[in-house]
């Protein structure tokens, strides 16, 4: 079984919608992130939390929102889903390690039509 | 605002040559670097953790070499597999006053040509 899954894999929606993209982890690290990857351009950080109830914003937070409800689940939510927020979404964990490398999960990808 | 660039974004090598690219960062308030190697359909996997200025690692054909002065990290392929054949992300990270920072760069394509 997978370390890090993500649901869904895939999901089409409409612009105005809300949606949420969920993350679940069984190999017990403290730390997650949320990245969103667009063709031709690095990963980008959108939040990450280094432990249940600690939230930071990463360099494109705008339009997202994250909940850490438990060390296992990190999900992150599109209030008001708009088409550039069209992706391919990654969440991945670390250890609490200060040099932790990360594993993530297969990915998401979000069309907004 | 930081920036890490990865030179060349593409690159075709000839099965059996040997390649490196790069991955530049800035030099101040450096903590680690990594590099991921992400295959097409999968999922980015570390490669390297790189903390030291000198560090060098290797796993297999594959090495790296880390310069925190200058600001940049080399990762070398030796003998090119098909199998190689993915983009090779880097990313910096920083910690100034605190504040923890990632930034990846937006990787170098490797296509190996049988």
């Given at each position: 079984?997978?370390?890090v899954?993500?649901?869904?894999?895939?999901?089409?929606?409409?612009?105005?919608?809300?949606?949420?993209?969920?993350?679940?982890?069984?190999?017990?690290?403290?730390?997650?992130?949320?990245?969103?990857q667009?063709?031709?351009?690095?990963?980008?950080?959108?939040?990450?939390?280094?432990?249940?109830?600690?939230?930071?914003?990463?360099?494109?937070?705008?339009?997202?929102?994250?909940?850490?409800?438990?060390?296992?689940?990190?999900?992150?939510?599109?209030?008001?889903?708009?088409?550039?927020?069209?992706?391919?979404?990654?969440?991945?964990?670390?250890?609490?390690?200060?040099?932790?490398?990360?594993?993530?999960?297969?990915?998401?990808?979000?069309?907004?039509? | 605002?930081?920036?890490?660039?990865?030179?060349?974004?593409?690159?075709?090598?000839q099965?059996?040559?040997?390649?490196?690219?790069?991955?530049s960062?800035?030099?101040?308030?450096?903590?680690?670097?990594?590099?991921?190697?992400?295959?097409?359909?999968?999922?980015?996997?570390?490669l390297?953790?790189?903390?030291?200025?000198?560090?060098?690692?290797?796993?297999?054909?594959?090495?790296?070499?880390?310069?925190?002065?200058?600001?940049?990290?080399?990762?070398?392929?030796?003998?090119?597999?098909?199998?190689?054949?993915?983009t090779?992300?880097?990313?910096?990270?920083?910690?100034?006053?605190?504040?923890?920072?990632?930034?990846?760069?937006?990787?170098?394509?490797?296509?190996?040509?049988?």
């Open positions: 079984d997978a370390d899954t993500q649901t869904p894999r895939n999901r089409i929606t409409k612009t105005g919608k809300r949606i949420m993209l969920e993350c679940s982890q069984t190999k017990g690290h403290d730390r997650m992130y949320w990245y969103r667009d063709p031709g351009l690095g990963l980008q950080l959108i939040y990450y939390s280094f432990d249940v109830k600690d939230i930071n914003k990463g360099e494109i937070s705008d339009g997202y929102s994250v909940s850490r409800q438990a060390q296992a689940k990190f999900s992150l939510s599109l209030e008001s889903a708009i088409p550039n927020q069209t992706a391919l979404y990654f969440c991945a964990t670390a250890s609490g390690h200060k040099y932790n490398e990360q594993f993530f999960g297969p990915g998401t990808r979000l069309t907004v039509l | 605002i930081l920036n890490v660039e990865q030179s060349p974004q593409s690159l075709h090598v099965e059996g040559d040997s390649t490196n690219f790069t991955c960062f800035p030099s101040s308030n450096f903590y680690a670097l990594h590099w991921y190697r992400w295959e097409t359909a999968k999922s980015p996997e570390a390297f953790v790189m903390t030291l200025n000198g560090d060098e690692k290797k796993k297999g054909r594959i090495s790296a070499t880390l310069n925190t002065k200058e600001g940049y990290s080399y990762l070398y392929i030796k003998g090119s597999q098909p199998e190689d054949s993915a090779y992300l880097c990313a910096f990270i920083q910690i100034r006053d605190s504040n923890y920072q990632l930034i990846w760069g937006a990787g170098t394509k490797l296509i190996i040509k049988p």
